[in-house]
């Protein structure tokens, strides 16, 4: 995904140099109906240089969703009554631990889904893994009781979702763009694969030899 953005980028800006050139040599010729055309041509491409450039960087921290896969491994460790431990290993090899109020271990993450003419050029469907909380099983524990939440994201120059809600016209290029979440009992030692297909999150056992 990001080796075609980056090639289009490339790509663009590359001709954008060019138009731009030729739209200075054609002024110096005074062909100057060649040179403006040269020149709208050239701030064209200089216009998807930066627009496929911003997805590029905004596209950073997302992993690309071609079929349901591992986005994280969890194990789950109690302690005390309603407090546990939650220790993540991710495919990038990144581990961290956290820890957790409640009878539940609970991890949502956001999904973006682009519109086909999109796919073609390298976009899928995308998800990254966004926080990690306890969840306490009776509604009114729930209501009264301390929640500890954390981020699970990965630090972000631009975040195309925040592009996404600033900028209209992105609509017709992201097709969807939506939150998903699971939980798991966390009374018992045990360990999950998080895994995120199309249709959103859920949490599979891993039987430990």
Known sequence: MLNSL??????????????????????????FMNSTMRLLVALLMLSLAALFGTLLIASKGYRALIHEEVAAVVRIEPQTQKRFAAHFEFPDGRQTSFELTGDQLYVDAYILKWRPIINILGLHTAYELDRVGGRYMDIDEERQKSHML??????????????RQKFLFLRWFLDAEYGSATFIGSETPATYEIRISTTGLLMREVQLK
């Open 6 to 31: 980056l090639a289009i980028t490339v790509l663009s800006g590359m001709l954008s140099l060019l138009f731009f050139i030729a739209a200075i040599a054609s002024f110096h010729k005074k062909a």
């Open 150 to 163: 954390f981020n699970l994201g990965t630090p972000k120059t631009i975040d195309l979702l925040n592009l």
